[in-house]
């Protein structure tokens, strides 16, 4: 092939691409365009390929003039799309019709769960009076969690609380707050009053019973600490979360921590005291259990029981907040279902 046919053909070759990026109108076209003019399958592409097969004395002047018609073609092809762009934008600009006064979605408003805003409301009160707030470890020992509460190995008081072993019994998760005492109790010398919040758990589940509930912790250790002091601060805490007018009723009961030991009941807020589901018929609902720190647990910690004595109780969050809002199944609270918990 002459010098002057081979440019005549491949200006015509270019000439065609050129004229059909010109008559492209929208970006899709543009792009089966792109693809016919310098895909694999192109006539442009078919050649560049076959320069391999032609004498060695015309293959640099084809190769030269077919980089130049591809870069034509290239640079034909970005003029064009981004013209296309531009008209395109323009077009989407004068048509979509946005109405900045339509009203927004709402977006649902997020409030405290009941449990928090007990929670919150009880640490506020024990705070006022004084107590210190302190946290211990949701995984414990069997040390701290019974036995330096002075629950002698093997003795039927662990079955008290049905537990949920780790590490096959090396570890446990904590089944009330109490450990939190023996860690505050070694961490601070007395006179000491502290609260605990956190999360415990139990094998255990039915209406007033979850598997995983919070119990806040309190104790107070100084000189001549009685009972009474005990008493008065129930007292005090429990009329100021749900009025005067509720009635309170202590119970012997048996906590291998304490001696001597009791449960607080107080009257079903439900129903008042006739009997409901809530209250399992008797009126009364059991919130915590209290009563005088044993000396065991003191030597436990080094503190002397002839120099220091001190109460101690735990609240079971989720009763008090039943109590409070009139719910009668435990479960609610932790159904996430968002209908039930807007009410409180
Ligand atoms: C204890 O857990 C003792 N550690 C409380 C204590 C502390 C006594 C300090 C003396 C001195 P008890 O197992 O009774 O005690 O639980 C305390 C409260 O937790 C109960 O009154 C109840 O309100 C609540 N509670 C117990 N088990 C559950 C459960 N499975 N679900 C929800 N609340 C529970």
Redesign the pocket.
């Known amino acids: 092939m002459t010098d002057s046919n081979l440019s005549n053909e491949l200006e015509s070759l270019k000439e065609a691409a050129v004229a059909k990026i010109a008559a492209v109108t929208c970006s899709d076209e543009m792009e089966n365009t792109r693809v016919e003019l310098l895909g694999r399958k192109s006539e442009l592409m078919t050649r560049m390929r076959g320069l391999g097969k032609l004498p060695p004395d015309q293959r640099p002047a084809m190769g030269k003039g077919l980089n130049e018609v591809r870069d034509a073609i290239t640079a034909a092809i970005k003029g064009k799309q981004a013209a296309i762009r531009k008209k395109e934008l323009s077009e989407r600009l004068e048509n979509e019709v946005f109405d900045i006064t339509l009203p927004g979605r709402p977006i649902g408003m997020g409030r405290s769960h009941p449990v928090c805003s007990v929670l919150d409301e009880l640490m506020e009160i024990f705070i006022e009076l004084g107590f210190m707030v302190e946290e211990g470890p949701e995984v414990e020992t069997d040390e701290y969690n019974f036995k330096m509460l002075n629950f002698p190995d093997d003795h039927p008081a662990r079955d008290?609380?049905d537990t949920f072993y780790l590490h096959n019994g090396a570890r446990l998760l904590r089944?009330?707050?109490?450990p939190v005492q023996i860690h505050a109790m070694l961490r601070h010398k007395p006179p000491l009053s502290v609260i605990a919040p956190g999360r415990v758990y139990?094998c255990?589940s039915d209406v007033?019973?979850?598997?995983v509930?919070h119990?806040v912790?309190g104790?107070h250790i100084d000189r001549h600490i009685t009972f009474g002091h005990l008493k008065g601060t129930l007292e005090l805490f429990i009329h100021r979360l749900y009025g005067k007018n509720t009635k309170l009723r202590f119970r012997p009961s048996f906590?291998p921590?304490?001696e001597p030991?009791a449960?607080l009941d107080i009257s079903c807020v439900l129903c008042g005291g006739g009997g409901c589901r809530l209250c399992k018929g008797t009126g009364w609902m059991?919130?915590?259990?209290?009563?005088m720190i044993d000396p065991n647990v003191f030597e436990a910690v080094g503190i002397d029981p002839e120099k220091w004595s001190g109460y101690?109780?735990?609240?079971?969050i989720?009763?008090i907040a039943m109590l409070r809002y009139g719910i009668d199944d435990?479960r609610l609270l932790y159904e996430n279902n968002t209908s039930f918990l807007k009410q409180y």
């Open positions: 008290m609380q089944t009330h707050t109490s139990r255990d007033t019973h979850s598997p509930f119990q912790e104790f906590f921590f304490t030991s449960e059991e919130i915590l259990g209290a009563g101690a109780f735990g609240v079971g989720e009763r435990i």
